[in-house]
């Protein structure tokens, strides 16, 4: 079986500093990696995913994630955050063989002030 | 893009009542999934369906039951709502591809009293 560990469950930072959320797995099969975000009374919407290649996915609005193998983490990072990314995030993992159901952490809160 | 759509955002209900929660999707997902939300638990898998009329138990299938006659519609039934079983209620598809994302609903705050 797999789990997913997200040991911060509060990441308080200022505006523009930089941030990093992290995520470890453990999983005996290889797996798909995902980040998803949850603003405020809205349900979850992906915010990155590995599934091979470069270790290193990028989204839309300068998060960034690194794959790294030898310490099962997927840790998310932006390097200078908005108000606006003032959400949960969870990461999340599914196999790549067999049925695909996600397997969540327990989540992070990021909470940037002014 | 794509749709889920969950009946109601907030639901009151008393101890006892038979609750039903629905979830329709407008983009012929195969799978389809309900996980609850808690505070400092995050998301936990109670039933998910890959098909019409397929059901597989989640983590956490205890008190709840699931419905799917038709491909775009998956219910969560609560046979007889408990006051734990206050929570919010996450619906997901997704397609059978390798690797693809599951969407989401905007979830169902429910209050059992």
């Known amino acids: 079986a797999q789990s997913v560990t997200q040991l911060d469950s509060q990441v308080p930072v200022f505006e523009e500093a930089p941030v990093e959320l992290r995520c470890n797995y453990s999983s005996s099969v290889s797996v798909y990696l995902f980040w998803y975000v949850q603003y405020p009374n809205q349900g979850l919407q992906l915010l990155l995913k590995y599934l091979s290649g470069s270790t290193l996915v990028e989204s839309i609005n300068g998060f960034e994630a690194e794959f790294n193998k030898s310490q099962t983490s997927f840790h998310l990072r932006k390097p200078s955050v908005h108000i606006s990314d003032t959400a949960e995030y969870f990461c999340a993992v599914s196999v790549v063989t067999g049925f695909q159901k996600l397997v969540f952490g327990t989540g992070t809160r990021l909470l940037v002030s002014p | 893009d794509v749709k889920v759509t969950q009946s109601s955002r907030y639901l009151v209900k008393r101890t006892g009542e038979k609750v039903f929660l629905e979830c329709v999707q407008d983009?012929?997902?195969?799978?389809m999934f309900w996980y609850r939300q808690d505070p400092g638990l995050g998301l936990r898998l109670i039933y998910f369906?890959?098909?019409?009329?397929?059901?597989e138990k989640g983590d956490i299938p205890e008190g709840y039951s699931v419905s799917r006659e038709k491909k775009e519609r998956f219910s969560l039934i609560l046979e007889s709502a408990s006051t734990n079983q206050t929570s919010m209620y996450l619906c997901a598809s997704s397609s059978y591809s390798r690797g693809t994302e599951a969407f989401f609903g905007q979830g169902t705050r429910l209050t059992v009293v």
């Open positions: 369906s890959y098909d019409v009329k397929m059901k």
């Open positions: 983009m012929d997902h195969e799978n």
